[in-house]
């Protein structure tokens, strides 16, 4: 049987978008398994040992980014939501706000955790997704005298 050539190219057209669909899909799920496979659990039971450092060090962090908008901004008025952006996203490492977590590693000194900072950035396991998880903890039990306090030292 003899079929239009208009029609076998609009098959053929059909047949080459469902096949690039599918590739997509594919692709799409690879994605979601490699963020799955590089995202670490942290270890829940080092937060009590690494809670104090974690703060510290979050909040020398946050200064020092304040510090930072504020001369990048020095001829806009700031506000609290400026600094609250800031908070937002300080314990995330996947984030710029929360990089530095990754600049860090748990060491144990004598019977004693504490974090060790280490120049330039590495990859985010358990120990920096611990840091994370501490840190988170200090941000949302401080949500709203973080941002304040970074205002108030304008």
């Keep these: 049987k003899n ?10 057209i059909i047949f080459v978008l469902l096949s690039q669909l599918l ?6 799920q ?5 963020l799955k496979m590089i995202r670490r ?7 009590k040992w690494i809670i104090c ?9 946050a200064n020092r980014r304040a510090r930072g908008m504020r001369e ?14 800031i908070t937002k996203y300080m314990c995330q490492p996947y984030h710029d706000h929360g990089q530095w977590i990754t600049t860090y590693d748990i060491l144990k000194k ?3 955790l504490s974090l060790v900072h280490h120049d330039g950035y590495g990859k ?9 998880y501490a840190c988170e903890d200090v941000r949302e039990r401080y949500e709203e005298e973080i941002p304040e306090y970074l205002y108030a030292k304008m």
């Design 3 to 12: 079929q239009p050539s208009s029609m076998m190219a609009a098959r053929l």
């Design 23 to 28: 590739i997509m899909i594919s692709y799409a």
């Design 30 to 34: 690879q994605d979601k398994d490699y």
């Design 41 to 47: 659990d942290p270890i829940t039971k080092m937060k």
């Design 53 to 61: 450092d974690t703060c510290k060090t979050a909040m020398k962090e």
């Design 72 to 85: 990048a901004l020095k001829n806009k008025e700031l506000t609290e939501e400026h600094y609250n952006n």
């Design 110 to 112: 004598k019977k004693k």
């Design 124 to 132: 985010c396991s358990h120990e920096c997704e611990t840091i994370a």
